[in-house]
């Protein structure tokens, strides 16, 4: 008996530090790709490069890909490039025009293919919508990556208003291609720099301020992806969040207080100045806490009551990493999609059946009717002189019976 409790307990001990293992491996082996397309997806992934330092390793891939060589050349040595299309623009970019973009990424799809040859479990696009090679090049690149079955994500952002008409109606022309080929995308319009600050600011300035909103909720993303928590989210859950296709997503991070009250800290994380969301359409909805072990269990009830309270039909996954550096702080970060986009669409669809059956509806023929098969509804004066015309009807009968047989005979025959 002894032997055998000896060779049951030695499996027990492995079996756990193999789960332990697994966790941790799991994480590890979770690889993700960065691409910036076109000038400003370029700028936007050099800046984000610098903020993310800690996960620009085997772990994180950050590529930047381009028509205009001489762009990609003034990029950080760290980032990796890729230029395309040189046969027609000879390297020197697409002059803003988004038809040669599109005909450049065309042309060298080949060479494009080559970005997805990694196998990474994540692909993230990001552009600036509205000029030539990134407003091109993106539909293209999205197309393919939904052709080889892979998991996407894309960062938007749109022009200022001030930069025309024109511009904006190319950018949401592009935008309309891009997401057939993703799972989920969020929009960052340019406009909503105004909002993160009131003072006077240089245009540089204030692009960076966009890109630090956007380095944030990535980290905060990426930290809840790569850190084992006592309440582990993990790439199966990330998954799920994405599942589907054409999905707006909403992404944010927030740093608050143990003490803080907690509508301060809903509000900080539900409200992300430069996005435009509603709760109330998300399906899915996964947030993770960070903190130290003395987190109150009433503030995490809380701020998950209060998520729930905005989607409420969503599928929420929870998730609870301790970090002992944090004292007194606490670092959530929070990523929804919604289904918004296809309930629009169906609903234009049953809009437009809708019009169709009340046009056909118009031409349909309508038979005819024998009168002896139609109940004729009268009103009471119609009705009172009908029975009128009854009573004369029988009374003139009644006159013609009074007569003697012999004279009615006669007047017959007459």
């Not at 390297?91 to 997805?116: M, P, Y």
């Not at 301020?209 to 582990?232: C, F, H, Q, V």
């Amino acid at each position: 008996m002894k032997k055998k409790l000896k060779t049951i307990k030695k499996p027990e001990v492995v079996e756990k530090k193999s789960l332990k293992k697994d966790v941790e491996s799991t994480a590890k082996k979770v690889k993700i790709k960065v691409i910036g397309i076109g000038g400003g997806g370029g700028n936007i992934i050099a800046e984000l490069l610098k903020k993310l330092k800690d996960f620009s390793t085997q772990k994180v891939d950050f590529v930047a890909v381009n028509t205009d060589s001489q762009a990609l050349k003034s990029l950080p040595k760290a980032l990796k490039t890729l230029s395309f299309g040189n046969k027609l623009t000879r390297g020197l970019g697409t002059g803003r025009d988004a038809e040669i973009g599109e005909k450049a990424a065309k042309e060298d799809i080949e060479k494009l293919k080559e970005l997805f040859s990694d196998d990474k479990d994540l692909y993230i696009f990001i552009s600036s919508l509205g000029g030539g090679t990134g407003t091109g090049a993106t539909p293209v690149l999205t197309k393919l990556a939904d052709e080889m079955g892979l998991n996407t994500l894309g960062i938007f952002t749109l022009p200022f208003t001030f930069e025309g008409k024109k511009k904006m109606d190319v950018a949401l022309k592009s935008l309309e291609k891009i997401k057939e080929g993703l799972n989920a995308f969020l929009i960052l319009p340019n406009e909503k720099i105004f909002t993160l600050t009131k003072e006077e600011i240089s245009f540089a300035d204030s692009l960076n301020l966009l890109n630090d909103r956007l380095a944030e909720s990535l980290e905060g993303l990426l930290r809840t992806i790569y850190s084992p928590g006592l309440i582990n989210i993990d790439w199966a859950d990330i998954k799920t969040i994405l599942e589907g296709k054409r999905k707006i997503a909403y992404l944010n991070f927030c740093k608050a207080k143990s003490s803080q009250n907690v509508e301060d800290i809903a509000k900080a994380l539900l409200k992300n100045p430069i996005l435009e969301y509603k709760f109330e359409n998300a399906d899915n909805v996964m947030f993770n806490v960070e903190a130290s072990k003395e987190l109150s269990l009433q503030l995490l009830s809380q701020i998950s009551e209060r998520i729930g309270e905005l989607a409420p039909n969503a599928k929420i996954i929870f998730g609870l990493t301790q970090n002992p550096k944090l004292r007194n702080e606490l670092r959530v970060t929070i990523l929804a999609t919604s289904s918004e986009v296809e309930k629009k669409k169906s609903k234009k669809k049953e809009e437009k059946v809708g019009k169709k059956k009340k046009i056909k509806a118009k031409k349909v023929k309508i038979p005819k009717i024998e009168e002896k098969d139609v109940e004729v509804r009268r009103n009471a004066l119609e009705i009172k002189e009908a029975e009128k015309k009854e009573e004369e009807k029988e009374e003139e009968e009644e006159k013609i019976f009074e007569i003697p047989a012999f004279l009615r005979k006669s007047k017959d025959k007459k």
